[in-house]
Each structure stands twice: as C-alpha cells, then as structure tokens.
Nanobody
Framework: QVQLVESGGGSVQAGGSLRLSCAASGRTYSVFCIGWFRQAPGKEREGVAAIYTTGGSTYYADSVKGRFTISQDNAKNTVTVYLQIDSLQPEDTGMYYC????????????????WGQGTQVTVSS
C-alpha cells in the first residue's frame, strides 16, 4: 500500500502563489509516477502535472505550462512531491489530488492506483 497526504491548499487572490505538497509513504518503491489532478465542481478530474520518481521526467497539461512546477524530494521511505503554482487564476479553483501509480499516461486517472484525500485551492478575482 501507498499512503498519500496532500497539504498546502488555501484561499488566495488572483496572481498569488501556492505550493502544494504530497507526502507519499509505504511501498513507494512500487510506484514510478506521482501526479497532481484537480477537479472543479461539476467538472471532470483533470491531470495537471506528473513526475516520474526515477529519472525526474515531468508532464504538464497545456493549460498550466509556465505556471505550474512539479518537483520531488526523496528521503528514506518517503517521497514528497511538490506542486508550485504561480500566477493563480480563478479557473485554477478546485480540489487538488495527488495520485501514485506505475506510469503510463500521466494525464489519465485510470493509470493511478493510489489517491490522497485532496487539498482545496480557491482563487478569488
């Protein structure tokens, strides 16, 4: 099993920044990709960024390129993945989830077997 805990969400004004964290523990050696998804009310879950824990390759959705930065910090038995969000816009509002899986299509939630509970991001104009 892999446990994922997100933190760092909050309410900010447009133009502000947030750094979300995803702490992964447990059998982290069994997953090779950790991704961030967001879901706004009434909308489908959207993959916004992902990182391959071995090698550090990254993926970004076109809608967030240039504003979102994903990174990781590996420690013994724990992997922490960060999502730096700059120039926040109201359309960035939603619940942000991190997910872990073996790889495949980083934007497809079906490739991920483990999910955190989410952290809320609210951006006001």
């Amino acid at each position: 099993q892999v446990q994922l805990v997100e933190s760092g969400g909050g309410s900010v004004q447009a133009g502000g920044s947030l750094r979300l964290s995803c702490a992964a523990s447990g059998r982290t050696y069994s997953v090779f990709c950790i991704g961030w998804f967001r879901q706004a009310p009434g909308k489908e879950r959207e993959g916004v960024a992902a990182i391959y824990t071995t090698g550090g390759s990254t993926y970004y959705a076109d809608s967030v390129k240039g504003r979102f930065t994903i990174s990781q910090d590996n420690a013994k038995n724990t992997v922490t993945v960060y999502l730096q969000i700059d120039s926040l816009q109201p359309e960035d509002t939603g619940m942000y989830y991190c997910a872990a899986g073996p790889g495949g299509n980083p934007a497809d939630p079906g490739w991920y077997g483990y999910w955190g509970q989410g952290t809320q991001v609210t951006v006001s104009s």
